[in-house]
């Protein structure tokens, strides 16, 4: 039973039985983020869902804000409230409802979080991905991960989407990582590589899906950039990130990719463009982004994301069929 300040379900209500490790006051270093989730709690979660569920599901997806419906067109859904997992934590956010959903979708086993962690909300980078490391315990070997971004690449317009081929960590160039401390080989590697993480022959498929859909002038493949957040990015700073080769913001999926490439999963994952990021000084209010309005367009796009996800996990569960 977890009785520590890392859990979100302190009396470990599923019953988990391994505890976590804490920060005690008699520490003099801080215990490291990535032990208050040693593996054998990540397979115990993992055990919870496996059995809970029935299944094994082999896609994995991440729903961004207001891209909740990707997890409602789940077939047969088990769902799993965040907080009756164990050890789990909770969602903090509107538009993020807090649910894990397994079932299927276009034939293949699939679960997907309806709600994820933020960096923002004051969890650390390890915990905001944790669940990553449950789904890949899960037997998850692909990650689709969605998120609502901003758009700074001037020739992207409200709405489209873009195909993320490759990220700049900006809280890693600050020092932070979900990698951070001791590392467990069982997950993966102490150095692991981050070229080629965005698996290309997924991106090339979703790009062909996109002309089939009819929409291939809203698909783009482009740079992607993580802030903290909460707050919105100021005109230096988007300006500096648009030199620095980034074509959207956001303040999530980055640490997911991260953890997912260190345990060797396949990644696809996409940027909703919520809103256009300004980079030029102007008084204009609609240059100032809000979360009602990203949630807004993420309402109106979710059918386009919906078919791009489904006709993606089609083509790859027909592949391994
Ligand atoms: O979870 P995602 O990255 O989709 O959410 C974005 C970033 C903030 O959480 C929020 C800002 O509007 O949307």
């Given at each position: 039973m977890c009785n520590t300040?890392?859990?979100?379900?302190p009396k470990g209500k599923a019953g988990t039985k391994t505890a976590i490790n804490s920060t005690n006051s008699?520490?003099?270093?801080?215990?490291?983020?990535?032990?208050?989730?040693?593996y054998e709690v990540i397979e115990e979660i993992a055990d919870f869902i496996t059995k809970g569920s029935g299944m094994r599901p082999k896609i994995g997806i991440i729903c961004g804000s207001g891209l909740g419906s990707l997890a409602d067109i789940i077939q047969d859904p088990k769902i799993f409230e965040y907080e009756k997992i164990p050890n789990f934590p909770v969602s903090t956010v509107e538009?993020?409802?807090?649910r894990l959903v397994v079932g299927t979708l276009e034939g293949a086993t699939v679960m997907a979080m309806q709600g994820r962690f933020h960096f923002?909300?004051?969890?650390?980078l390890a915990k905001c991905s944790m669940p990553v490391r449950v789904m890949k315990l899960c037997g998850v070997e692909y990650l689709f991960a969605t998120n609502a971004a901003g758009g700074i690449n001037p020739r992207f317009a409200v709405g489209d989407i873009m195909l993320m081929h490759d990220h700049v960590n900006m809280l890693g160039f600050a020092g932070?990582?979900?990698?951070?401390?001791?590392?467990?080989p069982r997950f993966g590697p102490r150095f692991p590589a981050?070229?080629?993480?965005?698996?290309k022959d997924l991106i090339n498929k979703a790009i062909e899906i996109g002309k089939a859909m009819g929409i291939e002038s809203n698909i783009h493949v482009g740079v992607y950039s993580c802030l903290g957040g909460p707050n919105y990015e100021t005109i230096a700073e988007l300006k500096a990130l648009r030199m620095m080769g980034v074509d959207a913001v956001g303040m999530s999926t980055v640490h997911e990719v991260i953890t997912a490439r260190h345990c060797d999963m396949k990644v696809f994952a996409f940027s909703l463009i919520t809103n256009k990021c300004a980079t030029e000084y102007s008084?204009?209010?609609?240059?100032e982004a809000n979360h009602d309005e990203v949630m807004a367009v993420a309402k109106n796009r979710q059918k386009a994301c919906c078919e791009l996800v489904s006709r993606l996990i089609r083509e790859i569960h027909m592949a391994s069929a």
């Open positions: 300040d890392c859990c979100s379900n008699s520490d003099i270093i801080p215990t490291p983020e990535s032990l208050l989730y040693p538009g993020h409802a807090g923002y909300e004051g969890y650390p932070n990582s979900p990698l951070q401390g001791p590392n467990d981050l070229v080629n993480s965005y698996n008084d204009k209010k609609d240059d």
